[in-house]
């Protein structure tokens, strides 16, 4: 049984989404992050970078539990554990990989920056300019892969997975999703996954 410590934001719906993906059953334990919680000395034991979302496996490898944090480890892990969502043939593997290391490096961090700034009260100019003129770059990248593969690896991959929620906060970094026609239609398919539906509500409050 997987233990789920999330919240409702991109990186918490990236593991929700993938575990209604494979199917595998997981418990809720919601960590509000508006109110402290991931500063709790009990929840930094699992997480010590305070931040959801983190995973315990009772039943990791050897039979023993295993604690996870870093959401795209938890991608990675969850695929291997499971044996999908992430290809075995090193070419599409490595491709997978590459836009999996895209987000967690790029979309991720530019995004939520574009949205902190965005949000903030005393409005920086030039911060709102930098990070919402790199989001509308990374969303560049994106549209071009997608204009000649259906999914960011091809098939649908923890890549996606992990990109998606991103893209799901197009308004809150003021980017309109039909000036990059090839990342609304993927965002289009991907938000019709029954899986993926179940995953943006968790947690539920
Ligand atoms: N690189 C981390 C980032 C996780 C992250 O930034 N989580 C945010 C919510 S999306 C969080 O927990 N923030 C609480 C805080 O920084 O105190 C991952 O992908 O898991």
Redesign the pocket.
């Known amino acids: 049984m997987i233990q789920l410590y999330t919240?409702g934001?991109?990186?918490?719906k990236?593991a929700s989404i993938m575990l209604e993906e494979l199917g595998m059953p997981y418990e809720v334990h919601p960590?509000n992050?508006g109110q402290?919680d991931?500063?709790k000395p009990e929840y930094l034991a699992i997480n010590p970078?305070?931040?959801?979302?983190?995973i315990i496996d009772t039943d990791g490898p050897g039979g023993k539990p295993f604690t996870l944090?870093?959401?795209?480890?938890?991608l990675m892990y969850l695929a291997e554990k499971s044996g999908k969502l992430w290809p075995a043939d090193l070419r599409q593997r490595y491709t997978v990989m590459q836009w999996l290391m895209f987000q967690?490096g790029g979309v991720?961090?530019m995004f939520?920056q574009a949205n902190y700034f965005y949000r903030l009260e005393e409005k920086i100019p030039y911060a709102i300019e930098r990070y919402h003129k790199e989001a509308l770059r990374l969303y560049g990248v994106l549209e071009k892969a997608l204009s000649h593969n259906e999914f960011l690896a091809g098939e649908y991959s923890i890549a996606d997975i992990?990109t998606y929620p991103w893209v799901w906060r197009h308004e809150m970094h003021h980017v309109g999703l039909e000036d990059f026609p090839h990342v609304k239609r993927w965002y289009d398919n991907i938000s019709a996954r029954p899986a993926v539906k179940r995953g943006m509500e968790i947690p539920k409050r």
């Open positions: 919240w934001t991109p990186n918490g990236k960590i992050i402290g991931q500063f970078n305070n931040k959801i979302p983190s944090f870093e959401s795209g480890a938890i967690m991720g961090p939520g992990a």
